[in-house]
Protein backbone atom coordinates (compact mmCIF):
# COMPACT_ATOMS: atom_id res chain seq x y z
CA UNK A 1 0.00 0.00 0.00
CA UNK A 2 1.33 3.40 -0.83
CA UNK A 3 2.13 5.67 2.21
CA UNK A 4 -0.15 8.62 0.56
CA UNK A 5 -3.22 6.60 0.03
CA UNK A 6 -6.53 9.15 1.25
CA UNK A 7 -10.00 8.08 1.27
CA UNK A 8 -13.09 10.27 1.40
CA UNK A 9 -16.61 8.92 2.59
CA UNK A 10 -19.86 11.10 1.41
CA UNK A 11 -21.19 10.22 4.32
CA UNK A 12 -20.38 10.99 7.72
CA UNK A 13 -18.86 8.05 9.86
CA UNK A 14 -18.99 6.69 13.52
CA UNK A 15 -15.69 6.32 15.48
CA UNK A 16 -16.29 2.78 15.31
CA UNK A 17 -16.54 2.81 11.40
CA UNK A 18 -13.23 5.12 11.19
CA UNK A 19 -11.56 3.33 12.98
CA UNK A 20 -11.78 0.58 10.42
CA UNK A 21 -9.44 2.13 7.84
CA UNK A 22 -5.93 1.42 10.24
CA UNK A 23 -3.82 3.65 8.71
CA UNK A 24 -5.21 4.65 5.71
CA UNK A 25 -6.02 8.23 5.94
CA UNK A 26 -9.81 9.42 5.83
CA UNK A 27 -11.99 12.11 5.32
CA UNK A 28 -15.83 11.72 6.46
CA UNK A 29 -18.20 14.24 4.93
CA UNK A 30 -22.29 14.37 5.00
CA UNK A 31 -22.95 14.88 1.01
CA UNK A 32 -27.07 14.33 1.26
CA UNK A 33 -29.42 15.40 4.05
CA UNK A 34 -32.06 13.65 5.01
CA UNK A 35 -35.73 14.99 6.57
CA UNK A 36 -38.81 13.18 7.85
CA UNK A 37 -41.78 13.98 6.77
CA UNK A 38 -44.09 16.07 9.22
CA UNK A 39 -46.86 14.28 8.30
CA UNK A 40 -47.64 11.22 6.45
CA UNK A 41 -51.11 10.49 4.41
CA UNK A 42 -51.83 6.90 3.50
CA UNK A 43 -54.80 6.36 1.06
CA UNK A 44 -55.74 3.14 3.32
CA UNK A 45 -54.71 2.84 6.83
CA UNK A 46 -55.08 -1.00 6.77
CA UNK A 47 -52.22 -2.12 4.79
CA UNK A 48 -51.68 -6.16 4.21
CA UNK A 49 -48.35 -6.06 2.60
CA UNK A 50 -45.46 -3.14 2.86
CA UNK A 51 -42.17 -2.58 1.76
CA UNK A 52 -39.04 -0.76 3.05
CA UNK A 53 -36.32 -0.49 1.04
CA UNK A 54 -34.20 1.88 3.32
CA UNK A 55 -33.37 2.29 6.90
CA UNK A 56 -34.83 5.68 7.05
CA UNK A 57 -38.09 5.02 5.66
CA UNK A 58 -38.60 2.52 8.47
CA UNK A 59 -37.17 5.59 11.16
CA UNK A 60 -39.40 8.12 9.42
CA UNK A 61 -42.68 5.64 10.09
CA UNK A 62 -41.47 4.68 13.54
CA UNK A 63 -41.94 8.15 14.25
CA UNK A 64 -45.19 8.84 12.90
CA UNK A 65 -48.42 8.77 14.67
CA UNK A 66 -50.38 7.75 11.90
CA UNK A 67 -48.84 4.49 10.84
CA UNK A 68 -48.60 1.65 13.33
CA UNK A 69 -46.11 -0.87 11.46
CA UNK A 70 -46.88 -3.97 13.78
CA UNK A 71 -50.58 -4.02 12.36
CA UNK A 72 -48.84 -4.99 9.01
CA UNK A 73 -49.23 -8.69 7.68
CA UNK A 74 -46.83 -8.78 5.44
CA UNK A 75 -43.54 -6.86 5.59
CA UNK A 76 -40.59 -6.73 2.97
CA UNK A 77 -37.64 -4.88 2.87
CA UNK A 78 -34.10 -4.56 1.25
CA UNK A 79 -30.33 -4.52 3.40
CA UNK A 80 -29.46 -6.29 6.90
CA UNK A 81 -29.60 -2.87 8.24
CA UNK A 82 -33.00 -2.35 6.98
CA UNK A 83 -34.27 -5.67 8.55
CA UNK A 84 -32.59 -5.35 11.83
CA UNK A 85 -34.12 -1.93 12.51
CA UNK A 86 -37.71 -3.44 11.94
CA UNK A 87 -36.94 -6.53 14.10
CA UNK A 88 -35.56 -4.41 17.01
CA UNK A 89 -39.01 -2.88 17.09
CA UNK A 90 -40.42 -6.10 17.18
CA UNK A 91 -41.70 -6.21 13.41
CA UNK A 92 -41.17 -9.73 11.29
CA UNK A 93 -39.84 -9.65 8.03
CA UNK A 94 -41.38 -11.69 5.64
CA UNK A 95 -38.84 -11.19 2.68
CA UNK A 96 -35.30 -9.26 2.57
CA UNK A 97 -33.53 -8.67 -0.17
CA UNK A 98 -29.72 -6.88 -1.02
CA UNK A 99 -31.68 -4.75 -4.37
CA UNK A 100 -34.93 -3.28 -4.51
CA UNK A 101 -35.70 -4.76 -7.80
CA UNK A 102 -34.29 -8.13 -6.67
CA UNK A 103 -36.75 -7.74 -4.10
CA UNK A 104 -39.64 -7.11 -6.60
CA UNK A 105 -39.02 -10.00 -8.58
CA UNK A 106 -39.14 -11.97 -4.95
CA UNK A 107 -42.52 -10.55 -4.25
CA UNK A 108 -43.76 -11.47 -7.65
CA UNK A 109 -43.00 -15.03 -7.05
CA UNK A 110 -45.09 -15.17 -3.88
CA UNK A 111 -48.08 -15.37 -6.61
CA UNK A 112 -50.13 -12.76 -3.98
CA UNK A 113 -51.98 -10.11 -5.91
CA UNK A 114 -52.77 -8.30 -2.59
CA UNK A 115 -51.87 -4.53 -2.73
CA UNK A 116 -48.85 -2.92 -1.51
CA UNK A 117 -47.66 0.08 0.41
CA UNK A 118 -44.10 1.73 -0.55
CA UNK A 119 -42.74 3.59 2.23
CA UNK A 120 -40.21 5.46 0.37
CA UNK A 121 -37.80 9.05 -0.11
CA UNK A 122 -38.42 11.18 -2.45
CA UNK A 123 -35.54 10.53 -4.63
CA UNK A 124 -36.37 6.47 -4.71
CA UNK A 125 -35.49 4.82 -8.04
CA UNK A 126 -38.53 3.77 -10.66
CA UNK A 127 -37.26 0.09 -10.65
CA UNK A 128 -39.45 -1.64 -7.88
CA UNK A 129 -42.60 0.36 -9.00
CA UNK A 130 -42.21 -0.05 -12.16
CA UNK A 131 -42.34 -4.29 -11.92
CA UNK A 132 -44.30 -4.65 -8.88
CA UNK A 133 -47.43 -2.47 -11.06
CA UNK A 134 -46.65 -4.25 -14.75
CA UNK A 135 -47.63 -7.44 -12.85
CA UNK A 136 -51.46 -6.04 -12.24
CA UNK A 137 -49.88 -5.47 -8.24
CA UNK A 138 -52.03 -2.44 -7.08
CA UNK A 139 -48.63 -0.25 -5.20
CA UNK A 140 -49.26 2.71 -3.09
CA UNK A 141 -45.96 4.94 -2.93
CA UNK A 142 -46.26 6.70 0.30
CA UNK A 143 -42.95 9.50 0.56
CA UNK A 144 -42.29 9.50 4.53
CA UNK A 145 -38.99 11.18 3.85
CA UNK A 146 -36.96 13.62 1.87
CA UNK A 147 -33.27 13.50 0.59
CA UNK A 148 -31.58 16.69 -0.80
CA UNK A 149 -28.40 17.18 -2.03
CA UNK A 150 -25.45 19.10 0.11
CA UNK A 151 -23.08 19.59 -2.33
CA UNK A 152 -19.51 20.77 -1.87
CA UNK A 153 -16.07 21.64 -3.23
CA UNK A 154 -13.18 19.37 -2.69
CA UNK A 155 -9.75 20.45 -2.98
CA UNK A 156 -7.58 17.72 -2.07
CA UNK A 157 -7.13 14.60 -4.38
CA UNK A 158 -8.35 10.94 -2.66
CA UNK A 159 -7.32 7.74 -4.11
CA UNK A 160 -10.81 6.38 -3.28
CA UNK A 161 -14.27 7.60 -2.60
CA UNK A 162 -17.14 5.86 -0.82
CA UNK A 163 -20.86 6.73 -2.51
CA UNK A 164 -23.84 5.07 0.22
CA UNK A 165 -26.69 5.95 -2.21
CA UNK A 166 -27.15 7.25 -5.83
CA UNK A 167 -28.20 10.80 -4.29
CA UNK A 168 -24.32 11.10 -2.93
CA UNK A 169 -22.61 10.54 -6.35
CA UNK A 170 -25.11 13.33 -7.75
CA UNK A 171 -24.12 15.12 -4.75
CA UNK A 172 -20.62 14.86 -5.10
CA UNK A 173 -20.34 15.32 -8.94
CA UNK A 174 -22.15 18.67 -8.59
CA UNK A 175 -18.56 20.93 -8.17
CA UNK A 176 -16.16 17.96 -8.60
CA UNK A 177 -14.72 15.76 -10.89
CA UNK A 178 -14.43 11.75 -10.93
CA UNK A 179 -10.58 12.31 -12.29
CA UNK A 180 -8.95 8.79 -11.44
CA UNK A 181 -10.27 8.44 -8.09
CA UNK A 182 -11.81 4.62 -7.36
CA UNK A 183 -15.68 4.56 -6.42
CA UNK A 184 -16.85 1.90 -3.64
CA UNK A 185 -20.14 1.40 -3.78
CA UNK A 186 -22.81 -0.26 -1.26
CA UNK A 187 -24.83 -1.48 -4.12
CA UNK A 188 -25.73 -1.88 -8.01
CA UNK A 189 -28.23 1.19 -7.54
CA UNK A 190 -25.02 3.06 -6.34
CA UNK A 191 -22.54 1.27 -8.73
CA UNK A 192 -25.14 2.59 -12.02
CA UNK A 193 -25.18 6.01 -10.88
CA UNK A 194 -21.03 6.18 -10.38
CA UNK A 195 -20.47 4.16 -13.63
CA UNK A 196 -21.62 7.23 -15.58
CA UNK A 197 -18.52 9.25 -14.14
CA UNK A 198 -15.74 7.15 -12.54
CA UNK A 199 -13.55 4.49 -14.77
CA UNK A 200 -12.97 2.07 -11.90
CA UNK A 201 -16.58 1.46 -9.74
CA UNK A 202 -15.96 -1.40 -6.99
CA UNK A 203 -19.56 -2.74 -5.57
CA UNK A 204 -19.84 -4.33 -2.26
CA UNK A 205 -21.81 -7.71 -2.47
CA UNK A 206 -23.26 -7.34 0.62
CA UNK A 207 -25.15 -3.95 1.59
CA UNK A 208 -23.50 -2.72 4.76
CA UNK A 209 -21.35 0.44 5.22
CA UNK A 210 -18.70 -1.91 7.11
CA UNK A 211 -18.67 -4.06 3.96
CA UNK A 212 -17.68 -1.05 1.77
CA UNK A 213 -15.17 0.30 4.03
CA UNK A 214 -13.10 -3.28 4.46
CA UNK A 215 -13.44 -3.10 0.63
CA UNK A 216 -11.77 0.10 -0.29
CA UNK A 217 -8.99 -0.41 2.56
CA UNK A 218 -8.40 -4.29 1.02
CA UNK A 219 -8.21 -2.80 -2.09
CA UNK A 220 -5.57 -0.48 -1.12
CA UNK A 221 -3.88 -2.95 1.06
CA UNK A 222 -3.23 -5.50 -1.91
CA UNK A 223 -3.37 -3.93 -5.25
Keep these: MHNTIKILSTKKLTKSQLKLFGVIEIVSLDFINIKYADEVVIADPNISRAIFTS ?6 CLTSNRINLNNIDKVYCVGDKTEQLLLDNNISVNLKSTSSAELAEQI ?6 QAITYFCGNLTREELPEIITSN ?8 VYETTLKPKQIIDYYNGILFFSPSAVASFIKFNSAVDSVAFCIGNSTAIEA ?5 NVVVSKV ?4 NVI ?9 E
Excluded: G, H, R, T
Excluded at 55 to 60: I, L, R, T
Excluded at 137 to 142: C, G
Design 55 to 60: KNAVKS
Design 207 to 210: PLIE
Design 108 to 113: LKLDNK
Design 136 to 143: KISLEIVQ
Design 214 to 222: NLAVQYFYY
Design 195 to 199: NKYFE
